[in-house]
């Protein structure tokens, strides 16, 4: 049987990190992967989730068909050549922030749930969520995102449609979410060192 992680085309494990960063057309496939797990939770209340991701990406997809790869190529070059620190029109620069944010919590929310066998997903995400996306959201989108967390569905449900036989469903999640942690890593140190994207 196939699982979810054999229909991707692209994965984190196949983005390429090189000297200048993040490659930004394998990084934006892979999150699309993200974009489409979501739909596994069965769940409307997951749409705004999907809503502010897939908005991100077309920002950045813009901003790479608009520049090309020799200034967009990476996640880093098109941060660097999109405007200057402190310029209001940096779309892109801010899309790519909201989506490191998105990754972060998704990908926190799915270590949870791999180091917690028993622990249901509405948890997982939750707590996830506290731990990320939440300090940045206002009084009014807070509610919106707890309720979302609260839909999660059952965790036997969710690993069921990821695929078959489990513990392969297990390993290729555990590689995809170690992948991805990665690149978060690597997308928050950049932003460390990038004035005035905060």
Known sequence: MSTYFDTLQITYNDVPI?????ATVEFMSATEGVVALFDLFGTAAFGVVQNDMNGNIAKIRARLLETGPEKSGTLELLVQNEGKPG?????AT???????????FTSK????????PSEELSVSFTKA?????????SMMVRPIFSLAMKACPYR????AKLGAPQDRVNAQLEEWVTSLERIVRELQQFYEYVPATR
């Open 109 to 116: 929310a799915l270590r949870r749930s791999l180091d917690n």
């Open 18 to 22: 090189t000297e200048n960063g993040i």
């Open 129 to 137: 969520y506290e731990d990320s996306l939440r300090k940045y959201h």
């Open 156 to 159: 036997k449900d969710f690993y």
């Open 87 to 91: 310029d209001k029109k940096r779309t």
């Open 94 to 104: 801010e899309g790519l922030l909201w989506l490191l944010r998105g990754l972060e």
